[in-house]
């Protein structure tokens, strides 16, 4: 028989999703409560997910047929660089940030984060820089030499507008608000903790959301540093790039690569947490190898600063430099592959419940697969200096982003909307954007394998009338509207719920973290009494006594 569960008595005082409150958009504004910034970094990520979705689609156009003239090739450009830059920094960076903002101090038995005011001004100065970012289209044109900003093309004899300089500050100032953010996580996890939570007893989506803290806490500096160089040569004539007068080229793909490559992790260790959470409670059983899931993370974090020149091995490296990172990009593939199969172990025999959270779990482990193992085809040089010019690395790299981090976001979302706002999302309802999402993400990315096997180069605005060219890219284009639709209709599904949804329980998921203890929506101040932690599922020794022997490593 099932323990009762403290549920702590709501406070009235909760501004937040859940309780109206008098003081309106001011109280959005001047809050430093965890929960209401964490929200507004959530419908942060929304709004820029709409813009970049725009951008892309008009791109899709552009490119749904040969030798089009929808857009022209400097206009297609600064979409280009502005759908990557605003897809990678202000959707995929604040969705994390959203989610470990709201639940790392829920799930650790903590009030509050360890500095509220920094995390306020954490998300306010990431939207500035949002915002500085695209103040570029009204001050001359945005920044037209791609996301990843390759020198010569985004010095200033080729590049005159102010677009580049636009790009490198609304980066400087995303970059401090996610240095500042990650210390704030790390403190939390390390100083507010409840009785009886070691670190080997946190939750796997903190522990990842832990690590992830001092893995951007060492990979943004480079960032920083490139970014502050080349402002520096466009604004006063420095030559930190240019070669003609000593500088090197090359020396911006190595900063930017080295930030670069973990930013793929940074992005993708918290989704990891979350799929960590999703399929246990959902398979009814604790994570499989929780302690080589936990190191492996660790791993992850380690090897991913030894891998960045794998994107520079046409560069002419020799053959010593592409060897040695050839060997370490197929090595970081041990790690992740630890973590795929102690989520199928942790479904196999379990008692699954296909909810819409946990078919984007199951869902995010194919995609993702997909996506890493065409990045360890790039691991191998001669492959490389075949398709890296192609839109074979543009299909692997949206199976990452797309098929890894927002498959596991959306597991997510659907997972703790109810703990946020006290509303199911409506499950029938998810079940159809699944569906549309999965269609027109697979339909979009899929062919684009193809299209870069056969040669059609990426980072161009038109191509030639070759076999399949045309075709192909056709398809790509309808199903990226298809995608384009299914968002929409996720926020249809949101709003909807938001008003009219099914009223959640605390604990509508028979989960077995901290968080599920606390008022749906959680009140002002998280608890008032906490339980002492002995395990990774402290709930479930609660409800479940016999849990704690099945669950030992």
């Avoid at 409150?21 to 970094?41: A, E, F, N, P, R």
């Avoid at 552009?62 to 959707?91: C, D, I, K, R, S």
């Avoid at 920083?224 to 520096?232: D, F």
């Avoid at 298809?482 to 719920?497: D, H």
Wanted: aromatic share 16%; with cysteine; hydrophobic share 55%.
């Amino acid at each position: 028989m099932s323990e009762p569960i403290y549920i702590p008595e709501p406070s009235k005082t909760f501004p937040g999703i859940g309780v109206s409150t008098d003081q309106g958009l001011l109280q959005w504004i001047s809050t430093v409560d965890h929960k209401m910034i964490g929200i507004m970094y959530l419908l942060m990520t929304l709004l820029f997910l709409l813009i970049g979705g725009i951008e892309v689609l008009l791109m899709r156009i552009q490119l749904a047929g040969p030798l089009n003239h929808f857009l022209g090739p400097e206009m297609y450009n600064q979409f280009f660089t502005m759908h990557g830059t605003t897809m990678v920094f202000f959707v995929a960076m604040p969705a994390v940030f959203g989610f470990a903002v709201y639940f790392t101090p829920l799930m650790i038995g903590a009030n509050e984060m360890a500095f509220p005011r920094l995390n306020a001004f954490s998300f306010w100065i990431t939207l500035l820089g949002g915002m500085l970012l695209y103040f570029s289209f009204l001050a001359g044109g945005a920044p037209d030499a791609g996301w990843f900003n390759y020198v010569p093309l985004s010095e200033k004899n080729y590049s005159i507008n102010p677009g580049v300089d636009y790009y490198c500050m609304g980066l400087l100032l995303a970059g401090i608000g996610s240095v500042t953010t990650s210390v704030n996580l790390a403190v939390t996890v390390l100083h507010y903790r409840t009785k009886g939570m070691t670190l080997n007893k946190l939750p796997m989506f903190v522990w990842m959301v832990f690590v992830n803290s001092f893995l951007l806490l060492a990979a943004f500096p480079a960032l920083n540093a490139a970014l502050s160089m080349l402002l520096l040569d466009r604004q006063f004539g420095a030559h930190f790039f240019n070669t003609a007068s000593g500088g090197s080229a090359l020396l911006w793909q190595h900063l930017f690569w080295i930030f670069g490559h973990p930013e793929v992790y940074i992005v993708i260790l918290p989704p990891f947490g979350i799929i960590s959470e999703t399929i246990p409670v959902f398979s009814r059983k604790p994570i499989f190898g929780a302690a080589f899931v936990a190191a492996s993370s660790v791993a992850i974090a380690l090897l991913a600063f030894g891998v960045w020149a794998h994107h520079m091995f046409a560069v002419g490296m020799g053959n010593t430099a592409d060897a040695f990172f050839s060997a370490a990009s197929m090595l970081i593939g041990i790690p992740t592959g630890v973590k795929v199969f102690a989520w199928i172990a942790t479904m196999y025999g379990g008692k699954i419940r296909f909810t819409v959270s946990m078919m984007f779990a199951v869902a995010f482990l194919i995609e993702f697969t997909i996506g890493g193992l065409s990045g360890i085809a790039f691991a191998i040089v001669p492959i490389d200096w075949q398709l890296t010019d192609t839109y074979f690395v543009v299909a692997h790299l949206h199976y990452v982003f797309i098929g890894g981090t927002i498959f596991g976001i959306l597991s997510g979302l659907f997972y703790w909307f109810p703990k946020m706002t006290g509303k199911f999302l409506d499950e029938k309802m998810g079940k159809w954007f699944f569906w549309l999402f999965v269609i027109g993400f697979n339909g979009t990315f899929l062919v684009q394998h193809i299209l870069g096997m056969i040669g059609m180069p990426r980072r161009v605005y038109t191509y030639p009338d070759l076999p399949w060219y045309g075709v192909l890219n056709m398809i790509s284009t309808v199903s990226a509207f298809i995608m384009g639709i299914a968002v929409l209709y996720l926020g249809y599904i949101i709003v909807k719920s938001r008003k009219s949804g099914k009223p959640a329980p605390a604990d509508p998921w028979d989960g077995f973290t901290l968080e599920w203890i606390a008022d749906s929506p959680p009140s002002l101040k998280n608890f008032n009494e906490v339980p002492v932690v002995n395990s990774r599922q402290p709930l479930w020794d609660m409800k479940y006594p016999g849990m704690a022997d099945i669950a030992s490593d």
